[in-house]
């Protein structure tokens, strides 16, 4: 079948011909993972690890790479008795979860610092410091609460605006002394032009990172350094997230070993390099533990008896037909596409129902969800899909809509991730716990 339009404009006649399918692959997996980002990831791995046979399904990659690289844990209890998981259990799947983190961070190269008991307090590059529990180590080492009467240099880039170590300076000697962090420190600054770059304007920083990777730059990087500031006067070095995209902790030890001074890196607003070297370090950990990968937009599904018994994704053209024991949704929210706004709040894949607050409403007016102070509680955060005990998605009346569908990370609700302290630690932690639930319900 052929269909065409002739108009005045378009000349010669234009044809829009069926599309044909290349391939039809068809393929059998204990678990399916659908989303590439933290949630997701960490739920794949941790299945494929326990000798599951796991394919994941990606459009992308996911919003953690869009991220500053830290993970937040303190809202991750609260989030946990949300679902009805309370006392030892939840702090061992918290514990589990961090563990198990910090170990695949460190197979993949990448590895973090921190603990869900204790907060690091890192200074990030608005002048500002930032609570968290988990952050890579290139960054971790500069937490405050390690840094008593530290003298700090903070170091600029000519051309790179995002990073004004003046400014940075100031703010964090203001912090200090007027007893806004715990600890006492000096700040000063210096702004240096960096090593081999050809232009001195709008640098982004992922064109440092990637200098910086380039054998000789962080020794170059030191020799500007010496030579424009008095290094004897300081007892810390913190830099722009630059480090490099594939062994940062290396570039740093250079970098240290050569002036004689600890150094560190500032955590960024995102998009950050250290949310990109995350995901990187996530997919080596995939291809580590024979993660199928499938990038490919979810299509449909087939369902019976309350049981999904196969999903199809296409890529251009291309058509996956996937048969799951066991699907894992973690789609996240509007970023990832695992919310949508059209007439409803909806999820778009399996047509779930979308609570806010742990209330469900068909129809919620948007404006009712938003709040004219972008820093007050927005509500619309909040949305997501509601799960029992298991992660398994439930229905307005609680009952379990596909007994064999679990949910994961941003897509849920029961937490505000902008507001409560859980950031990136509920996708953490879901998808770790949704691997485990999946062992069972995939045997």
């Known amino acids: 079948m052929e269909w065409i339009e002739d108009t005045r404009r378009m000349k010669p006649t234009a044809r829009i011909v069926p599309v044909r399918w290349v391939d039809d692959i068809r393929k059998k997996s204990d678990v399916l993972v659908i989303g590439g980002g933290l949630a997701g990831t960490m739920a794949a791995i941790t299945a494929a690890r326990t000798g599951l046979h796991t394919t994941l399904i990606r459009r992308g990659s996911g919003a953690t790479a869009l991220s500053s690289g830290a993970v937040d844990l303190a809202g991750v209890l609260n989030w946990m008795r949300y679902i009805q998981r309370t006392g030892e259990a939840a702090q061992h799947a918290l514990e589990d979860a961090v563990a198990d983190f910090l170990a695949l961070m460190e197979e993949a190269g990448y590895p973090y610092a921190g603990s869900p008991h204790h907060s690091l307090v890192l200074i990030n590059t608005l002048g500002t410091v930032k609570r968290t529990q988990l952050a890579p180590a290139t960054c971790a080492a500069g937490n405050l609460a390690d840094l008593d009467r530290a003298r700090i240099l903070f170091v600029g880039v000519h051309g790179y605006p995002d990073c004004n170590a003046p400014f940075l300076s100031q703010s964090v000697a203001f912090l200090s002394q007027n007893g806004l962090i715990d600890t006492h420190v000096e700040a000063d600054a210096v702004v240096i032009p960096f090593p081999r770059t050809r232009h001195t304007a709008n640098i982004n920083p992922f064109e440092l990172a990637r200098l910086m990777d380039q054998e000789g730059v962080p020794v170059e990087l030191a020799e500007r350094l010496a030579r424009q500031a008095d290094l004897s006067h300081y007892t810390h070095v913190a830099l722009p997230p630059i480090a490099g995209l594939d062994n940062p902790l290396a570039a740093l030890n250079v970098l240290q070993e050569t002036i004689g001074i600890p150094c560190f890196e500032l955590l960024a607003a995102p998009p950050s390099v250290p949310g990109y070297r995350l995901k990187q370090a996530l997919d080596r950990a995939m291809a580590r533990y024979g993660v199928d990968i499938i990038h490919a937009c979810v299509e449909s599904f087939t369902a019976s008896d309350g049981h999904i018994d196969r999903v199809r994704a296409v890529q251009k053209h291309t058509a996956y037909h996937v048969e799951p024991h ?111 639930l999946a062992g069972g319900v995939a045997s």
């Not at 779930?352 to 409403?361: C, E, H, I, K, S």
């Not at 129809?363 to 949305?383: G, H, I, N």
């Open 326 to 436: 066991t699907v894992i949704l973690a789609t996240g929210k509007f970023l990832g596409g695992g919310i949508e706004w059209s007439d409803r709040l909806r999820e778009p894949i399996f047509d779930l129902p979308v609570f806010v607050d742990g209330a469900y409403t068909p129809s919620p007016c948007m404006p009712d969800l938003l709040t004219d102070r972008f820093t007050s509680e927005q509500r619309v955060f909040t949305a997501g899909l509601k799960v029992d005990p298991h992660l398994r998605p439930v229905s307005p009346d609680g009952h379990v809509i596909f007994a064999n569908l679990l949910a994961a990370g941003g897509v849920l609700t029961g937490y505000n991730y902008l507001q409560d302290g859980s950031g990136l630690g509920v996708p953490l932690v879901s998808g770790h716990l949704c691997a485990h």
